[in-house]
């Protein structure tokens, strides 16, 4: 049971973009620009900086959304299973930009030069560096958005699995 009434059964952020359509949209849009826009960094890439950064903040609601749209979007998989469980796993440029999103979701300033200079070094851009930290910081938003207010975190990995399908074929919002 949500922390208020969201006058719906919704799970996640589902339930609060439902209950304030008005503040919905901007957020949806922002998902939309920063997840699924075009990026150099592939749409599985940008969900696994989100799944990472929600694991890491303990929110699973989030955690397991953004998973299921990782492996939904990667060519590997399993990949996403074994970067969850050990950064080293990553490919050497997703693992540097992983390291500033772990960075970020300390604190902004917990980033430092040495954090860039790696990133560059394994093959980041200047923009996927902006990138990873604007949606690290944006899941670290949404992270307590939906755990601040208590909404429901299904247990089933099947109900994101679906969801993961529907948004990868319309888009989030739909």
Request: charged share 20%; net charge negative.
């Amino acid at each position: 049971m949500a922390h208020i009434d969201l006058h719906n059964e919704l799970p996640g952020l589902m339930a609060l973009l439902t209950y304030r359509p008005e503040t919905a949209k901007p957020l949806v849009d922002l998902a939309n620009t920063l997840l699924r826009g075009p990026n150099s960094l592939t749409r599985g890439e940008r969900e696994l900086i989100g799944a990472a950064v929600s694991q890491e903040n303990d929110c699973t609601f989030c955690a397991n959304s953004h998973k299921a749209m990782a492996t939904q979007e990667l060519d590997d998989p399993p990949l996403v299973d074994k970067v969850l469980k050990d950064r080293e796993e990553a490919p050497p440029k997703l693992r540097a930009l992983l390291n500033i999103a772990t960075q970020v979701r300390i604190s902004g300033k917990s980033v430092h030069p040495n954090d860039i200079e790696a990133a560059h070094q394994a093959g980041a851009t200047d923009v996927e560096i902006h990138d990873t930290v604007l949606i690290a910081a944006a899941f670290c938003m949404m992270n307590r958005y939906v755990d601040g207010l208590g909404t429901l975190a299904p247990p089933d990995p099947a109900g994101y699995a679906a969801a993961a399908k529907r948004i990868t074929e319309n888009g989030y919002g739909s």
